[in-house]
């Protein structure tokens, strides 16, 4: 067992990046309710179908905090598609589907992937797309009491990937102006985009409805060796009083049981 908890700060798997010993999702949410987790979040639960899900996540008694919207062909930068020219119509419908997704599986936060900039002269075609589109997707959410939740995604991850600055992401949250759209903030994007780690965390913890986390650069567990110190990121979470979850969203450095005893080690200082 594990604890579902570090320093009082509530955790959640991504079963995207976790527990990739099952091959089968639904093997994952068993395999997290095994170890002792409360919730999980999925990055992709469109393998399944959704009322398998519910029953799978209800079985298990988990919550579930995130999904993801679905995404398509990478290689048309479809990686998401709030961003994208052209594609308001599958935005519009992959959100649809995300919104139903989670109202089934009770989720309350679903993470609006953005899409690749292919073509880096149309910018600022994404530019009022990204905003267009957020701004049809607030109503749909307010109805369905959900938040949409955008992220910044560092370029080493994603190259092209057309959020990676904070600064535009305050900026459209603003522009949007809806409480049903508001930041997730990743510790790994945050580190790799911009560091200040501090200061950063403070300045946009307003807008933070989500956090996740992983070691900067193998976006391995907390406690490896990496650029990040995790004992005084969560202490500075709890300092901030963040009543959210936190998702692990690191790449076992071997496997998930085993490199779960970093909770262990780290929330025993
Ligand atoms: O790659 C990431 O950090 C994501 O959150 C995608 O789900």
């Given at each position: 067992m594990v604890p579902s908890t570090i320093k009082g700060l509530r955790i959640c798997p991504n079963l995207n990046f976790l527990f990739q010993e099952e091959s089968s999702l639904l093997n994952r949410y068993a395999a997290a309710q095994k170890l002792g987790f409360k919730?999980?979040?999925?990055?992709?639960?469109?393998?399944?179908?959704?009322?398998?899900?519910?029953?799978?996540?209800?079985?298990?008694?988990?919550?579930?905090?995130?999904?993801?919207?679905?995404?398509?062909?990478?290689?048309?930068?479809?990686?998401?598609?709030?961003?994208?020219?052209?594609?308001?119509?599958?935005?519009?419908?992959?959100?649809?589907?995300?919104v139903q997704y989670a109202t089934s599986l009770e989720c309350k936060l679903i993470h609006i992937m953005a899409g690749l900039v292919m073509d880096p002269s149309l910018v600022d075609d994404h530019n009022k797309?990204?905003?267009?589109?957020?701004?049809?997707?607030?109503?749909?959410?307010?109805?369905?009491?959900?938040v949409g939740i955008i992220e910044p995604i560092n370029q080493h991850s994603?190259?092209?990937?057309?959020?990676?600055?904070?600064?535009?992401?305050?900026?459209?949250?603003?522009?949007?102006?809806?409480?049903?759209?508001?930041?997730?903030?990743?510790?790994f994007h945050l580190q790799q985009i911009k560091g200040d780690v501090t200061h950063s965390l403070n300045e946009y913890f307003p807008l933070v409805k989500h956090v996740q986390v992983a070691q900067v650069p193998d976006?391995?567990?907390p406690?490896?060796?990496?650029?990040?110190?995790?004992?005084?990121?969560?202490?500075?979470?709890?300092?901030?009083?963040?009543?959210?979850?936190?998702?692990?969203?690191?790449?076992?450095?071997?496997?998930?049981?085993?490199?779960?005893?970093?909770i262990e080690r780290l929330g025993n200082h």
């Open positions: 919730a999980v979040e999925t990055g992709n639960p469109y393998v399944n179908a959704v009322d398998e899900l519910r029953r799978v996540k209800d079985d298990c008694g988990l919550e579930q905090v995130l999904i993801n919207t679905p995404v398509g062909d990478a290689s048309k930068g479809e990686v998401g598609f709030a961003s994208l020219p052209g594609k308001e119509h599958q935005f519009l419908h992959g959100l649809k589907t995300a797309t990204y905003v267009n589109n957020l701004k049809k997707a607030a109503p749909i959410l307010e109805a369905a009491g959900i994603v190259p092209g990937y057309y959020l990676s600055d904070y600064d535009k992401a305050v900026s459209v949250i603003k522009d949007v102006n809806s409480s049903h759209i508001g930041l997730l903030l990743d510790v976006r391995h567990e406690d490896t060796p990496g650029e990040l110190n995790y004992d005084y990121v969560f202490n500075l979470l709890n300092k901030l009083n963040y009543s959210g979850w936190v998702g692990l969203e690191y790449k076992p450095a071997s496997t998930t049981e085993q490199g779960l005893k970093w």
